[in-house]
């Protein structure tokens, strides 16, 4: 059964930085893209990060210089470096799995409050 817990989200000021982490078990991580979205209250869940097997990485222009993804193939997770928080980073922040011919899976969630 595939599993993505994510863990590390909480509350933090402007300014501050968060780690999240996200755990994976049950399917072949090393063939996988993976990304972390984010879903603010009446808007579309959207891309931030994401990360293909070989290791590049790319990221939603409002957080490129802030954030940066990294997985490790050894503990199979994905983690997500954010720096310089903004109120606007504020969300449920998701990890995905994701391949061209196989089922993707999505965690269950973490909330980031960035706030005052």
């Known amino acids: 059964q595939p599993q993505l817990v994510e863990s590390g989200g909480g509350l933090v000021q402007p300014g501050g930085s968060l780690r999240l982490s996200c755990a994976t078990s049950?399917?072949?991580?090393?063939?996988?893209?993976m990304a972390w979205y984010r879903q603010t209250p009446g808007k579309q869940r959207e891309l931030v990060a994401q990360?293909?097997?070989?290791?590049?990485?790319d990221y939603a222009d409002s957080v490129r210089g802030r954030f940066a993804i990294s997985r490790d193939r050894f503990k199979k997770t994905t983690d997500l470096q954010m720096d310089n928080l903004k109120l606007e980073d504020t969300g449920v922040y998701y990890c995905?799995?994701?391949?061209?011919?196989?089922?993707?899976?999505w965690g269950q969630g973490t909330q980031v409050t960035v706030s005052s």
């Open positions: 990360i293909i097997p070989g290791g590049n990485s």
């Open positions: 995905h799995a994701t391949h061209r011919y196989r089922d993707d899976y």
């Open positions: 049950g399917f072949v991580f090393d063939v996988y893209t």
